[in-house]
């Protein structure tokens, strides 16, 4: 069945890709919201990338969880570019809400807790995830746990976003010391000794935001990259209780145990790090729900959009029609199209037998 892509807005990029909103439309008329990711080129040209990233992207269309956005289509441009067709989440990333709780000073324990906690289940149900037919463990592992990958949706759902991109992003790309590149602020001390990283790296990554949530600091940040891995690696934690008040000691010991710099010290598994602060929760009687994060979300949101530049808005827009406008399928001799006119049945690739093909491989 041939399915249209059409872009909406650019929502923002990074490092690795640009994130578009857009619709999914069918033969029939039917139309969903998608988020349309697209893999920046100078990642695409490196054919080790390439490689490592259609195979970590197979095995993100398993992922079928509350607590990670679901990957709908993985395909590819006449030109070579990839897009990542995903679940449209209406809210904020964390990235975000820690940066309108900083202008506001604000610090909500519980808050903060209950977002890691969802977080924990997503992790936690990616890591474990067994292959449909051998039922061997597929060893998934993020990679890259880091506020603009944690989605919040203004309906209260917490969302892991990114499972795929980041392993391939980060073995495509190292520095001539052998350190990976990427969200340096977020790696754990086995991953910048390059050592194979495990679940617990994730557990590490966590423990990290949580820290930042609570403190409203950045706990390894310096101002070059090779500093700020030294940090990571030597992994000393300063107190969250000297820093905030509102934190207790028991807190403060649990998020010091997913820091733990040996990993075998470490919480083993994002389940026990995210029971050990839902025992926290329960203990000391604090209630939070989906309700709560909604409303932060929409704080957040509400506030971005009163402080926006309504020149910036303008050049948005701009951009946008640029966008909807652009030739990004490089290929003189079929014709160019406009990434707005993107079909499965034309210039991507229909993956729609990827799952099964990847069963059969095995």
């Known amino acids: 069945m041939q399915t249209t892509y059409t872009v909406l807005e650019r929502l923002g990029g990074g490092g690795q890709a640009e994130v578009f909103r857009g619709t999914a439309e069918s033969i029939k008329g039917f139309k969903k919201a998608v988020a349309i990711k697209r893999v920046l080129p100078n990642l695409t040209a490196n054919p080790q990338f390439v490689a490592m990233f259609l195979d970590e992207a197979r095995l993100s269309l398993f992922l079928q969880h509350a607590n990670v956005v679901q990957v709908f289509d993985i395909s590819k441009a006449a030109d070579g570019t990839y897009f990542l067709v995903m679940e449209f989440v209406d809210g904020c990333d964390l990235k975000a809400l820690m940066a309108h709780h900083t202008e506001t000073n604000t610090r909500d324990v519980a808050l903060a807790i209950h977002i890691v906690v969802e977080v924990c289940k997503g992790l936690h149900y990616a890591h474990t995830l067994d ?4 039922g061997e463990p597929l060893g998934i592992v993020h990679r890259d746990v880091s506020p603009p990958n944690i989605m919040m949706s203004k309906n209260g759902e917490v969302k892991v976003v990114d499972f795929g991109l980041a392993k391939a992003d980060s073995q495509a790309e190292i520095t001539d010391e052998g350190v990976v590149k990427g969200k340096f602020s977020y790696l754990s001390p086995e991953a910048t000794l390059g050592l194979e990283v495990d679940s617990r790296a994730d557990v590490f990554a966590l423990g990290i935001i949580t820290w930042e949530l609570l403190t409203g600091s950045r706990l390894f940040s310096a101002d070059t990259p090779h500093r700020t891995v030294e940090l990571v690696r030597q992994a000393r934690v300063p107190s969250i209780t000297a820093l905030n008040p509102n934190v207790d000691a028991e807190l403060d010991a649990v998020v010091r145990k997913a820091l ?11 389940a026990d790090f995210g029971d050990a602060l839902s025992q926290y929760l329960f203990a000391n009687r604090l209630k939070v729900t989906s309700r709560n994060v909604a409303a932060a979300v929409r704080e957040a949101k509400v506030a971005r959009t009163r402080a926006a530049d309504p020149r910036q808005t303008l050049i948005q827009a701009l951009i946008a029609d ?41």
């Open 131 to 134: 292959h449909p037919h051998t």
């Open 260 to 270: 733990t710099q040996d990993r075998e010290d470490r919480f083993q598994s994002a």
């Open 322 to 362: 640029e966008v909807n406008k652009m030739t990004s399928l490089v290929a003189d001799e079929i014709g160019s199209r406009p990434l707005d006119h993107l079909t499965t049945s034309e210039e991507l690739i229909d993956t729609k037998d990827w799952a099964a093909d990847l069963l059969d491989d095995t």
